[in-house]
């Protein structure tokens, strides 16, 4: 059985890589090689069907995947894959999945952890007699721009908070989704943006979406609102957010991702007073750690056997 299984390459283990958990789920079905292995002994190239892509690592560029005549398939763990040029990659014979849904409620967690974190931080500012006092959350609107799995699963969140919920999207959802968190389409963006006093991110990164939210953007949003980012730091024009949050345009920030990441220290979104940034931990739970690995395994394992691929994504 073992020298069947075919070959996939991964990054690291451990703290720069993937967690042993998630590599001992890998090597039920495959043989893994690392990249440091791999450059080590370049004969293992032929025998490479399968690339684990996490945190764009190993990165796919063109020197690594023309050294891997018998790729398949670059299995993604998580949902967004900006970061990989489709097209090219099927033109070159590999297919491409991403682990779609399973990201969906710890992404949803960390939407509302920063939303409420970044509450906390005014009322201990306000402590220390440094800004003004907490906005209540609890029966304020939540704005949501992109209604997908994740948006949903916000809006159901922020339900629970008896939140008003206010979704922008490129399409309405369906009359019975709409009722079961209770959310009203915004056809256009502008009106969500002059009402929300939490705006939340949550599409995908496109050449439409990069830069959504601008100096325009922005200055409609309230100056008593809050913008959340979980979905990409390309989204948001950074500029146009430092200055917002410098002259205090809007209240505050609270971004899971930014461009680059990390930043560099001396970035200007690092010192300011009224923004909360974590290091694009959205997905990083151990439960959906595991669900993505398992997916990728799923792909990858169909993309081998020559298979219909689960989570196939198609060059749009
Ligand atoms: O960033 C996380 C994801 O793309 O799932």
Request: charged fraction near 20%.
């Amino acid at each position: 059985m073992a020298q069947n299984r075919p070959c996939a390459l991964i990054s690291e283990v451990g703290r720069e890589g993937l967690i042993q958990e998630a590599v001992d789920l890998m090597k039920q079905h495959f043989e893994i090689i690392t990249h440091r292995e791999f450059l080590q002994n370049p004969s293992l190239s032929s025998k490479i069907q399968v690339v684990f892509l996490w945190d764009n690592k190993p990165k796919p560029d063109s020197s690594l995947i023309s050294s891997l005549p018998a790729l398949k398939v670059i299995a993604n763990g998580g949902v967004g894959i900006d970061h990989l040029d489709v097209p090219r990659l099927n033109a070159l014979g590999i297919r491409v999945s991403n682990t779609p849904h399973v990201v969906s409620n710890a992404t949803a967690d960390m939407a509302m952890g920063l939303l409420l974190a970044s509450e906390t931080q005014f009322r201990e500012q306000y402590m220390k007699r440094q800004c003004e006092m907490g906005f209540e959350v609890t029966g304020s609107t939540l704005g949501i721009i992109g209604m997908g799995h994740i948006g949903f699963k916000i809006a159901q969140r922020g339900r629970g908070f008896d939140m008003k919920i206010l979704y922008h999207n490129r399409n309405k959802r369906s009359c019975e989704d709409e009722q079961a968190v209770g959310a009203v389409y915004c056809k256009n963006m502008e009106d969500l943006l002059r009402e929300a006093d939490f705006v939340v991110l949550a599409v995908n990164l496109t050449p439409q979406t990069t830069g959504l939210i601008g100096h325009k953007e922005l200055s409609l949003m309230k100056t008593t609102a809050t913008l959340v980012n979980i979905s990409r730091g390309r989204v948001v024009d950074q500029d146009a957010l430092v200055e917002a949050l410098q002259k205090r345009t809007i209240r505050a920030a609270a971004l899971d991702v930014t461009y680059p990441e990390p930043l560099p220290r001396d970035h200007p979104l690092l010192h300011l007073p009224n923004i909360i940034i974590t290091p694009h931990i959205g997905t990083d739970t151990l439960a959906t750690t595991l669900k993505m690995v398992q997916t990728m395994v799923d792909n990858a394992l169909a993309a081998v056997q020559g298979q219909q691929i689960p989570n196939e994504v198609k060059p749009l």
